[in-house]
């Protein structure tokens, strides 16, 4: 059975920071690249950012790049999104997913996913 579980999604004050943990079982962590995505109330769920299984490279949506960080711990089959300098915009609930990573970050190349983790940014 695969799954993936977000946590660490909470109530943070704007220009605070946040880390989202995304603990992966039931397939082998390696052979996949890990995706976060976002789900505001009232928009489309969008891609956030993705590590490539294949060569380590990451991907970052222009509205968080240079604030948020993605990262993975294989040993762990563990992936982590780390954001700093949060703004009321990043509220939205976050999902990991697992799939492929190429030149971006689209939901449809993703087949595997978490319940979701809410993060709210207050002004």
């Known amino acids: 059975e695969v799954q993936l579980v977000e946590s660490g999604g909470r109530l943070v004050q704007a220009g605070g920071s946040l880390r989202l943990s995304c603990a992966a079982s039931g397939f082998t962590f390696d052979d996949y690249a890990i995706g976060w995505f976002r789900q505001a109330p009232g928009k489309a769920r969008e891609g956030v950012s993705c590590?490539?299984?294949?060569?380590?490279?990451?991907y970052y949506a222009d509205s968080v790049k240079g604030r948020f960080t993605i990262s993975a711990d294989f040993a762990k089959n563990t992936a982590y999104l780390q954001m700093n300098s949060l703004k009321p915009e990043d509220t939205a609930v976050y999902y990991c997913?697992?799939?492929?990573?190429?030149?971006?970050?689209?939901?449809?190349?993703?087949?595997?996913w978490g319940q979701g983790t809410q993060v709210t940014v207050s002004s």
């Open positions: 590590i490539s299984n294949s060569d380590g490279s990451t």
């Open positions: 997913a697992a799939g492929t990573c190429r030149r971006g970050i689209y939901k449809d190349e993703f087949g595997s």
